[in-house]
């Protein structure tokens, strides 16, 4: 059977089937058409090892002598007695394909199992792999895992992958790969505030814009893994898989599991060339929510979600809190809408019961005794304001203070078969409150009943759907199902979203605790993290828009002093940190009053200028080495339009005290023999109330009147950067002249 060789955007897949099963020979800089015989590839068979070649197939299994992580793992269940078939042996049964997609079936008839993989390289790189295994049996077969992996090179010695906590969300760490396993396991039940959006190896200090880089994500919402495993003979594999509870998937004959689809990059031009590859692959999503540059609006369907410019967005939660009151509400709406917003989102405490967190969730009817008319009055002051209205509901969640609970204790999840109606244990609360179990049919019909009765007896536009604790003893009818729980809330979301097609979803999950391509599959935009903090933010909206494009995360402008942190920050910083995402406010802005005002205004009028390009752009990270930021003090982060003709650039500062001589830091990816204008549009060095943010007594030459020079200057030789006091920012405009 010939190689597949599958090639995009600068990247192949070769894939051999030399050895009778698919084994990935190559994953990483394309290779051109034409390849040699691929036999010179033959290892050598050494002393005191297996009498045969060691193949690092596309589903590594212990049957090849492959002594690492096998891909799968199950065994069958004959008459009660498990452990059976626990070895497969697959090999090919066929390989069909094209230049950018294939489909491999490997079978052990003997196990009687089969497992189909399609892999597909999209048009900007990104590789998108998926297995489905079905047991051929006549008994039931056990999957304890079957997880994607792919090689790469010995080149990569280096791994980065992110953690975080709650309101810290995606902070990168690095460590050397060894010999030996990694692992980093999320078993939170959701995707976790400390889960791996990226699992990248590279070469030796890969860094934005420069080394080569392997990099994974994995497409689910649920309890997970990902890998490194290096072998003793020098060869490297990455991967990741669904984390299965005990028998948490059993096959009857017949039926089949699919693993959640693996996505993965590969750039040699550092970081961003990953980045690039994710943002072609959402943005060529026919449900995307953003244009692409220069799309045609006028042919959309009347109502329809996707395909509009990402509106202005004011929340309530920071503004009010609990505290719902019309009047109070109204007012807010009246200042929301003078400022130039478009969505206003009320959160939570709309719902019956609903004065604090101890109560009300399983509770999906409008609060009669704060909203006597329902919510029909504060909708019709919104919208008749020009604004679109959201609510905030967190459907999976229930109180044990709550009619739903009380009446159904049965719907609670917990690791009994027994109600805790009838002496079974629940789980500890987490901010009050339990999980409803989706996967009772009954449930999940009252919950998409409900919610389906808000949208349609409401002028609602957009739901902010919420997700607020971990599932760590997740179980229907006494045995674990996070697995089913996971498809039940996405089933959820397709039922609302094909009932409502004009309702956006935005996945929140105390604040980023289920950011991935999975969730995003069903929803419309992802809320980052509960921390509105501009410092914070930095860093979590970095590495957040490493793999989401910036149209999809929520990015809000938070009061003055942060309500998680205590920190307080100009609105200037905090401002052109909240540009660069899907912008909005969380503030009571009726306080917002003077130069302040017209301050945020503008900063509304430069997000509707400028969000056509932040959210169609390529992003662009500055190359600096941590030890070059204790030099310069700042960083540089922005996004290219589309033929490189313009650019947005955020020059910050994160240091805790300002550098006495920055000096100079270059402006990547512009084209190199065009010229450019680089000016500073806020705030400028004459601006008055804007004193404090630079400091020394004279700025750099160019940034009173701007500086033209050419692409290639701009990267290579840079412009003198402006000392900024410590958490300060400088939004840059690049225009090509």
């Given at each position: 059977?010939?190689?597949?060789?599958?090639?995009?955007?600068?990247?192949?897949?070769?894939?051999?089937?030399?050895?009778?099963?698919?084994?990935v020979?190559?994953?990483?800089?394309?290779?051109?058409?034409?390849?040699?015989?691929?036999?010179?590839?033959?290892?050598?068979?050494?002393?005191?090892?297996?009498?045969?070649?060691v193949?690092?197939?596309?589903?590594?299994?212990?049957?090849?002598?492959?002594?690492?992580?096998?891909?799968?793992?199950?065994?069958?269940?004959?008459?009660?007695?498990?452990g059976?078939?626990f070895a497969?042996?697959?090999?090919?049964?066929?390989?069909?394909?094209?230049?950018?997609?294939?489909?491999?079936?490997?079978?052990?008839a003997a196990?009687?199992?089969?497992?189909?993989?399609?892999?597909?390289?999209?048009?900007?790189?990104?590789l998108?792999?998926?297995?489905?295994?079905?047991?051929?049996?006549?008994?039931?077969?056990?999957?304890?895992?079957?997880?994607?992996?792919?090689?790469?090179?010995?080149?990569?010695?280096?791994l980065?992958?992110?953690?975080?906590?709650?309101?810290r969300?995606?902070h990168?760490?690095?460590?050397?790969?060894?010999?030996?396993?990694?692992?980093?396991?999320?078993?939170?039940?959701?995707?976790?505030?400390d889960?791996?959006?990226?699992?990248?190896?590279g070469?030796?200090?890969?860094?934005?814009?420069?080394?080569?880089?392997?990099a994974?994500?994995l497409?689910?919402?649920?309890?997970?893994?990902?890998?490194?495993?290096?072998?003793?003979?020098?060869?490297?594999?990455?991967?990741?898989?669904?984390?299965?509870?005990?028998?948490?998937?059993?096959?009857?004959?017949?039926?089949?599991?699919?693993?959640?689809?693996?996505?993965?990059?590969?750039?040699?031009?550092?970081i961003?060339?990953?980045?690039?590859a994710?943002?072609?692959?959402?943005?060529?999503?026919?449900?995307?929510?953003?244009?692409?540059?220069?799309?045609?609006l006028?042919?959309?369907p009347?109502?329809?979600?996707?395909?509009?410019p990402?509106?202005?967005?004011?929340?309530?939660?920071?503004?009010?809190?609990?505290?719902?009151?019309?009047?109070?509400?109204?007012?807010l709406?009246?200042?929301?809408?003078?400022?130039?917003?478009?969505?206003?989102?009320?959160?939570?405490?709309?719902?019956?019961?609903?004065?604090?967190?101890?109560?009300?969730?399983?509770?999906?009817?409008?609060?009669?005794?704060?909203?006597?008319?329902?919510l029909?009055?504060?909708?019709?002051?919104?919208?008749?304001?020009?604004m679109?209205f959201?609510?905030?509901?967190?459907?999976?969640?229930?109180?044990l203070?709550?009619?739903?609970?009380?009446?159904?204790?049965?719907?609670i999840?917990?690791?009994?078969?027994?109600?805790?109606?009838d002496?079974?244990?629940?789980?500890?609360?987490?901010?009050?409150?339990?999980?409803?179990?989706?996967?009772?049919?009954?449930?999940?019909?009252?919950?998409?009943?409900?919610?389906?009765?808000?949208?349609?007896?409401?002028?609602?536009?957009?739901?902010?759907?919420?997700?607020?604790?971990?599932?760590?003893?997740?179980?229907?009818?006494?045995?674990?199902?996070?697995?089913?729980?996971?498809?039940?809330?996405?089933?959820?979301?397709?039922?609302?979203?094909?009932?409502?097609?004009?309702?956006?979803?935005?996945?929140?999950?105390?604040?980023?605790?289920r950011?991935?391509?999975?969730?995003?599959?069903h929803?419309?935009?992802?809320?980052?993290?509960?921390?509105?903090?501009?410092?914070?933010?930095?860093?979590?909206?970095?590495?957040?828009?490493a793999?989401?494009?910036?149209?999809?995360?929520?990015?809000?402008?938070?009061?003055?002093?942060?309500?998680?942190t205590?920190?307080?920050?100009?609105?200037?910083?905090?401002?052109?940190?909240?540009?660069?995402?899907?912008?909005?406010?969380?503030?009571?802005?009726?306080?917002?009053?003077?130069?302040?005002?017209?301050?945020?205004?503008?900063?509304?009028?430069?997000?509707?200028?400028?969000?056509?390009?932040?959210?169609?752009?390529?992003?662009?990270?500055?190359?600096?080495?941590?030890?070059?930021?204790?030099l310069?003090?700042?960083?540089a982060?922005?996004?290219?339009?589309?033929?490189?003709?313009?650019?947005?650039?955020?020059?910050?500062?994160?240091?805790?005290?300002?550098?006495?001589?920055?000096?100079?830091?270059?402006?990547?990816?512009?084209?190199?023999?065009?010229?450019?204008?680089?000016?500073?549009?806020?705030?400028?060095?004459?601006?008055?109330?804007?004193?404090?943010?630079?400091?020394?007594?004279?700025?750099?030459g160019?940034?009173a009147?701007?500086?033209?020079?050419?692409?290639?200057?701009?990267?290579?030789?840079?412009?003198p950067?402006?000392a900024?006091?410590?958490?300060?920012?400088?939004?840059?405009?690049?225009?090509?002249?």
């Amino acid at each position: 059977m010939d190689p597949l060789h599958l090639r995009s955007a600068g990247t192949s897949l070769l894939i051999s089937f030399a050895t009778g099963e698919a084994e990935v020979i190559h994953w990483g800089a394309d290779l051109g058409a034409e390849l040699p015989d691929l036999g010179i590839l033959v290892e050598p068979i050494t002393n005191s090892a297996i009498d045969a070649r060691v193949p690092a197939g596309l589903l590594p299994q212990a049957s090849s002598a492959w002594r690492g992580r096998p891909a799968l793992r199950g065994h069958r269940i004959i008459d009660g007695v498990g452990g059976l078939d626990f070895a497969a042996r697959l090999r090919v049964v066929s390989a069909t394909g094209t230049d950018r997609s294939a489909l491999i079936v490997q079978a052990d008839a003997a196990a009687g199992i089969s497992i189909a993989s399609s892999l597909t390289l999209h048009d900007g790189g990104l590789l998108e792999v998926r297995h489905t295994l079905t047991n051929d049996g006549s008994t039931n077969f056990q999957v304890d895992e079957l997880a994607t992996v792919l090689p790469v090179s010995p080149a990569a010695t280096e791994l980065l992958d992110l953690t975080g906590r709650w309101c810290r969300e995606r902070h990168p760490q690095r460590r050397s790969i060894q010999q030996g396993t990694w692992v980093r396991s999320g078993r939170h039940g959701r995707t976790g505030h400390d889960s791996s959006l990226l699992f990248a190896a590279g070469t030796p200090g890969f860094s934005n814009r420069s080394g080569q880089v392997w990099a994974t994500h994995l497409a689910w919402s649920g309890n997970h893994e990902h890998f490194t495993d290096t072998l003793g003979d020098g060869r490297t594999v990455i991967g990741a898989s669904e984390l299965l509870g005990s028998a948490e998937v059993v096959l009857a004959p017949g039926a089949s599991y699919s693993a959640p689809a693996l996505f993965a990059a590969y750039s040699n031009t550092g970081i961003d060339g990953i980045t690039a590859a994710f943002y072609s692959w959402f943005r060529a999503r026919p449900h995307h929510v953003a244009p692409a540059a220069g799309t045609d609006l006028s042919g959309l369907p009347a109502g329809a979600a996707a395909k509009k410019p990402r509106p202005v967005v004011l929340n309530t939660w920071e503004a009010v809190y609990f505290d719902h009151n019309l009047e109070t509400l109204v007012e807010l709406a009246d200042s929301a809408a003078d400022l130039g917003v478009e969505r206003f989102v009320l959160d939570d405490g709309w719902f019956r019961g609903r004065r604090d967190d101890h109560a009300g969730l399983g509770d999906w009817f409008v609060d009669e005794t704060v909203w006597p008319a329902g919510l029909t009055p504060l909708i019709d002051a919104v919208t008749s304001r020009g604004m679109e209205f959201g609510l905030w509901v967190e459907p999976e969640m229930i109180n044990l203070d709550s009619d739903v609970a009380r009446a159904h204790p049965e719907w609670i999840v917990g690791p009994s078969a027994r109600s805790s109606k009838d002496g079974g244990r629940l789980p500890l609360e987490w901010r009050n409150q339990h999980v409803i179990d989706l996967v009772n049919p009954e449930a999940w019909q009252y919950i998409f009943t409900r919610i389906d009765a808000l949208l349609s007896e409401n002028n609602i536009s957009y739901l902010k759907w919420d997700q607020n604790r971990d599932q760590t003893e997740h179980g229907h009818a006494g045995r674990p199902s996070v697995h089913e729980q996971t498809l039940a809330a996405y089933r959820l979301f397709d039922a609302l979203r094909a009932a409502h097609p004009g309702v956006e979803i935005e996945s929140c999950s105390s604040g980023g605790a289920r950011v991935d391509l999975g969730i995003l599959d069903h929803t419309d935009r992802i809320w980052a993290s509960d921390c509105n903090d501009a410092l914070e933010r930095q860093t979590i909206q970095r590495w957040t828009g490493a793999v989401v494009p910036p149209e999809l995360v929520g990015s809000h402008i938070g009061p003055t002093t942060s309500h998680t942190t205590a920190r307080t920050h100009d609105l200037s910083f905090r401002a052109i940190t909240a540009l660069f995402g899907h912008f909005g406010m969380e503030w009571d802005v009726r306080s917002v009053q003077g130069a302040a005002r017209d301050e945020l205004r503008r900063f509304v009028g430069l997000y509707k200028e400028h969000r056509a390009l932040i959210h169609s752009g390529t992003r662009v990270t500055a190359d600096l080495a941590d030890d070059a930021l204790i030099l310069h003090g700042v960083t540089a982060t922005g996004t290219v339009a589309e033929g490189t003709t313009a650019a947005l650039f955020a020059l910050v500062s994160t240091r805790s005290q300002a550098a006495e001589q920055p000096g100079r830091l270059g402006i990547p990816g512009l084209e190199d023999a065009r010229s450019y204008r680089v000016e500073a549009i806020f705030p400028t060095p004459d601006d008055a109330d804007h004193e404090h943010t630079f400091a020394h007594v004279q700025p750099p030459g160019w940034l009173a009147g701007g500086a033209v020079a050419s692409g290639k200057f701009l990267a290579e030789v840079g412009l003198p950067m402006p000392a900024l006091y410590p958490e300060h920012a400088v939004l840059l405009k690049v225009t090509a002249v």
